[in-house]
């Protein structure tokens, strides 16, 4: 029989947007995944300072931390699940996007961020800071700032999905910054995009699981979302989720299938 794993996106899979994780909603239903021998990875887009930051009470207090592994910024970067009590997690895996991609075309993506960041700010959508984020193997760009309070990021939401302008700068974005075929521009959660070389999808997470049979859960399955590629390939083992409550009626199903199988 080979060994099981679940990866769940973090942003409205596990958490509401940038929120804290709910143990109330979630941690007796992944349990029953652990509990059962079944490993649960997190796997987002986020880098480990965020996933920290969200799930690190509860990383800190529950049985199911021994059985969890963190993939923070697609799986690129790679922290294995801790044996005792006293450890955490540990750091085994890390790349760097701007030693594959060299100087040069990492500068010119900055560029252009920021060229299109003087362009959207003269639509009247909220602004904090924290505008770009380089997590070591990609860029984000959130164009309201990671430091926008919940009801900033709300109050953009709605008017996203009025005037459709992250489409629109997808566009603009994908159209200069992908000339040679070779980064990714993707949609990173509610508010901003996430960009990468070709291959550091979530897909990248696979190949610390080789040998385990995978499933997955996100809630940005469509070709423009960053769990799309990682959706798609798990196939009839990928799963769309529209939030934590969502999540949880998901790992019923999935712990009911994995159990027929191993029948």
């Avoid at 923070?72 to 005792?84: D, H, I, S, V």
């Avoid at 423009?224 to 990682?230: A, I, K, P, Q, S």
Wanted: glycine share 8%; net charge neutral.
């Amino acid at each position: 029989m080979s060994k099981q794993i679940v990866l769940f996106d973090m942003d409205g899979t596990l958490t509401e947007p940038r929120q804290k994780f709910n143990p109330d909603i979630l941690d007796d239903a992944l349990y029953s995944l652990t509990n059962k021998g079944i490993d649960i990875g997190i796997v987002t887009g986020s880098g480990l300072n965020y996933l920290k930051e969200q799930m690190g009470d509860w990383l800190q207090q529950s049985a199911c931390r021994y059985r969890t592994h963190l993939l923070p910024c697609n799986g690129t970067q790679y922290l294995k699940p801790p044996k005792r009590k006293t450890e955490e997690h540990t750091l085994v895996h890390q790349v760097s996007m701007e030693s594959v991609i060299g100087d040069r075309q990492f500068r010119e993506l900055v560029q252009k961020i920021i060229q299109l960041q003087s362009e959207i700010v003269l639509h009247p959508i909220p602004l904090s800071g924290h505008f770009i984020d380089y997590r070591g193997s990609m860029l984000n760009w959130c164009p309201i700032g990671r430091n926008a309070t919940r009801p900033k990021r709300e109050e953009f939401v709605q008017m996203d999905k009025q005037l459709n302008l992250r489409n629109q700068y997808l566009s603009k974005l994908v159209e200069s910054a992908n000339a040679d075929g070779s980064i990714m521009v993707k949609l990173g959660g509610d508010t901003s995009f996430d960009i990468y070389p070709i291959g550091w999808d979530k897909t990248y997470a696979l190949n610390h699981f080789e040998g385990y049979d995978v499933w997955f859960v996100g809630d940005r399955c469509d070709p423009t979302g960053n769990d799309y590629e990682l959706y798609k390939h798990c196939r009839t083992q990928g799963f769309k989720s529209i939030n934590p409550e969502s999540t949880k009626e998901i790992i019923k199903h999935i712990s009911k299938r994995i159990g027929d199988k191993n029948v």
